[in-house]
């Protein structure tokens, strides 16, 4: 589409969009939120990104394919899941990580797969159909 | 006990991640191999622990059932995942000669292992809805791979695929939803008792038989069966092996599952129902191959025919007939695989799949022409081959159950499976290639041929085993039936604290 307000505008939905995304995923600990929501959202950023200026200028944008990030989000989820082993618990246990007064779960890295996992397949379905027409 | 029920699982899903992050380089398939053959082991070991405790069970995130998922291995499962694996390693073997880059760098190998995660998952898991997802997971992948080619009669058969299986997929959540309503619980070890004690038997049927129709869209059961011709024979031949080997027998393997551990109050209507459709299944897929002429059809509607076998076991409701039950799963996973994989190398040879339009196999490639010979045989229940003891016990408990028409009905339908066999045999090894071809199997480079004919090689042998060392495998799928007939065994293995 060819809109100098949209394209404009576009540039500041992204970091909005992101910075809101960031703020679900984080919420999701213990209210409604979660990565599943934010991944969604951040990549509606992107989308709103590719109908303003196209789906090559998102990708750059984006730098990495974002069938890589699906991946990869799918891989860290993993991990979060493994990561009970350490702690000599079941599959898929949440364990708390506590260093001083930082206390981080293993959960939260589940949620940030998440995260990234449907960011990337979002984008990588919208680009797809983008640039099929 | 829970890493050594997880680890099946949790292997392939790895390598799908992996492989796909490597998918440009040659990484990506020496990966997709090193984690098929990791399965195996960690499917090995799996095996190991549950023949010696009966049951392998762990709890997920460490949530007790039947509040969280639970993973439970019994024999039965312990075997469908064993031979997942094995089947997995030698598609994965095979994929390396046949998948080009094209496939491969749009994910065939991560794909590839998230289809054996949902196999490998439905067979594992102990909860209804977890099943459902296993059930999405492989639906989602095997869309995937059907469709990857991107020609014409890969979409055609994709869009086929998937719109039955979505039908199956629809009534199946359904009827969880209302089981749930009914009872409150998913986990099916809770269900097996609740159903039970459940005091309006009624919907209990109802629900049952909505699990019957989804699960039977799944094994390809009679009258449901359409998807499977429609689609099988369209996509890359390695996609094609695993499905005949593994995705149908997902379907079977949760309708026994579901009719001998959670809906066996009624076994007079819903097992009844399931012998004649058994029968039906057998006949009517046996006859379609007989109509069909085209190397791939004819094996697709073999799959239908071999399903029928199967449900005939687990309608028959006796220890023999689970027994044979079993081991015809096995045994036919195996073979159908193998002899996928055999018209894959047929087919790069003669260039083609049309019976009418290939010939001469048998004088230029006589070492793919006896390696074909062992799964037909097999298939068709020649002795001293596995189908030969497969055939056997199902035929005899149909028998001594007194269902003479079903046994009867088994033995005319192996007969006319040896009909088809023999008319691949004859079109496509025996007569001349109608261009006068002979393309040797020489003329494939060396790395390819060995790929592709080792797996081959490697199930025909597993096949020749199992027929010429019958023991050890009956003795295990009736330890599996005995399990089976037996629900109240898994409920304490699950729950050992008692009903909740």
């Not at chain 2, 190991?48 to 997920?60: E, I, K, L, R």
């Not at chain 2, 076998?309 to 045994?331: D, K, N, Q, R, W």
Request: hydrophobic share 60%.
């Amino acid at each position: 589409m060819n809109s100098l307000l949209l394209s404009v505008a576009s540039r500041f939905f992204v970091t909005l969009l992101l910075m809101f995304s960031v703020f679900m995923l984080l919420r999701g600990h213990n209210l409604p939120g979660g990565g599943f929501i934010g991944g969604l959202i951040g990549a509606a950023g992107f989308i709103v990104y590719a109908i303003a200026n196209g789906s090559q200028a998102a990708r750059r944008t984006l730098r990495i394919d974002p069938r890589v990030i699906a991946s990869s989000g799918v891989g860290i989820a993993l991990l979060a899941g493994l990561s009970a082993a350490l702690f000599g618990k079941a599959f898929f246990t949440g364990t708390w990580l506590i260093a001083g007064s930082i206390k981080l779960s293993t959960v939260i890295i589940f949620d940030i797969g998440v995260y990234f996992a449907v960011f990337g397949a979002i984008l990588t379905l919208v680009f797809a159909l983008e640039e099929a027409v | 006990m829970s890493w050594i029920v997880s680890l099946p699982l949790i292997i392939p899903f790895a390598t799908a991640v992996l492989s796909f992050l490597w998918r440009r380089s040659h990484l990506g398939g020496l990966v997709s191999v090193t984690g098929a053959a990791a399965q195996l082991v960690a499917a090995g070991v799996l095996m190991a622990s549950t023949w010696q405790n009966g049951y392998t069970v762990g709890q997920m995130g460490g949530w007790d059932a039947p509040f969280g998922i639970t993973l439970v291995a019994d024999l039965l499962s312990a075997v469908m995942v064993v031979i997942t694996a094995i089947t997995g390693l030698a598609v994965a073997v095979y994929a390396l000669s046949e998948i080009d880059a094209r496939r491969e760098e749009l994910g065939y190998h991560a794909l590839f292992h998230v289809l054996l995660t949902g196999v490998t998952g439905a067979f594992l898991t102990g909860d209804l809805f977890n099943l459902y997802v296993w059930f999405e997971v492989m639906l989602i992948a095997s869309f995937g791979l059907l469709v990857l080619g991107g020609t014409k009669a890969e979409i055609d058969g994709g869009v086929k695929y998937v719109a039955l299986n979505l039908v199956s997929t629809m009534l199946f959540l359904m009827a969880t939803g209302l089981l749930y309503g009914l009872t409150g619980s998913l986990n099916m070890a809770d269900l097996a008792q609740s159903v039970r004690a459940s005091d309006n038997q009624g919907l209990v049927t109802v629900i049952a038989m909505m699990f019957m129709v989804a699960f039977g869209v799944k094994a390809a059961l009679f009258p449901l069966f359409f998807w499977l011709p429609a689609s099988y024979h369209t996509p890359a031949f390695s996609v094609s092996a695993v499905f005949a080997g593994l995705l149908t027998k997902v379907g079977v393997y949760a309708l026994i599952r579901a009719f001998t551990l959670i809906f066996v109050s009624d076994v007079a209507l819903t097992h009844q129902i399931l012998l004649w459709a058994a029968v039906l299944t057998m006949i009517t897929g046996v006859l379609g191959a007989a109509s069909q002429n085209d190397f791939r059809k004819i094996l697709s509607f073999h799959i239908v025919s071999q399903i029928g076998y199967m449900v005939l076991g687990l309608a028959l409701f006796t220890p023999l007939a689970l027994t044979g039950a079993v081991f015809y799963l096995v045994h036919h996973i195996i073979v159908k695989a193998n002899l996928f994989l055999v018209s894959g190398v047929a087919h790069k040879l003669a260039k083609g799949t049309d019976l009418s339009r290939i010939g001469g196999l048998y004088k230029t490639a006589p070492l793919l022409a006896f390696l074909f010979l062992i799964p037909a045989f097999s298939l068709a229940g020649f002795p001293p081959l596995s189908g030969f003891w497969a055939k056997y016990v199902v035929v005899k408990a149909s028998f001594e159950a007194g269902a003479f028409v079903a046994g009867a009905a088994a033995l005319v339908v192996g007969a006319l499976t040896i009909f088809s066999m023999t008319k691949i045999w004859a079109e496509a090894f025996w007569k001349d290639h109608p261009d006068g071809q002979e393309p040797r199997l020489r003329d494939i480079a060396l790395r390819e041929r060995l790929l592709a004919l080792a797996p081959i090689a490697g199930l025909a042998a597993l096949t020749v085993v199992i027929g010429l060392f019958p023991a050890p495998f009956l003795d295990l799928a009736s330890r599996a039936s005995a399990q089976l007939l037996d629900p109240q065994a898994y409920i304490d293995a699950v729950m050992p604290g008692g009903p909740s």
